[in-house]
């Protein structure tokens, strides 16, 4: 399993509309895509317009290439990308240990 970490910033005053914008997006969008296994959504305290998302792939080339070369990533985009104040910064990470 692969772990997207994308650490995403909105524009001031956006958070009700964009939580969810985002919520309704990762589960009837990206749900569709192959190799999705699941999300979470989490908002900054010290910096509410700071959002972590985490998306569960089966392998990265879901992610990568699978989801980010499909027509459901320029939906997705379409709806949550007008909250970005800046790029998201994206990063995948394999799972070295677990607790129970």
């Known amino acids: 399993m ?24 990762a589960s009837t969008i990206i749900a569709q895509a192959k190799g999705f296994q699941g999300y979470k959504v989490n908002k900054g305290i010290e910096s ?8 569960f792939w089966d ?3 879901d992610h990568t290439v699978g ?3 499909s027509a459901l990533f320029t939906e997705w985009r379409g709806i949550v990308g007008p909250f970005f104040a800046a790029p998201p910064v994206v990063e995948h990470f394999t799972l070295v240990t677990k607790s129970a």
């Not at 509410?48 to 998306?55: D, F, G, K």
């Open 59 to 61: 392998t990265l080339e």
């Open 2 to 25: 692969i772990l997207e970490l994308a650490d995403i910033r909105i524009h001031p005053g956006q958070n009700a509309a964009f939580e969810a914008a985002i919520a309704s997006a």
């Open 48 to 55: 509410p317009e700071r959002y972590v998302l985490q998306i």
């Open 67 to 69: 989801f980010r070369q």
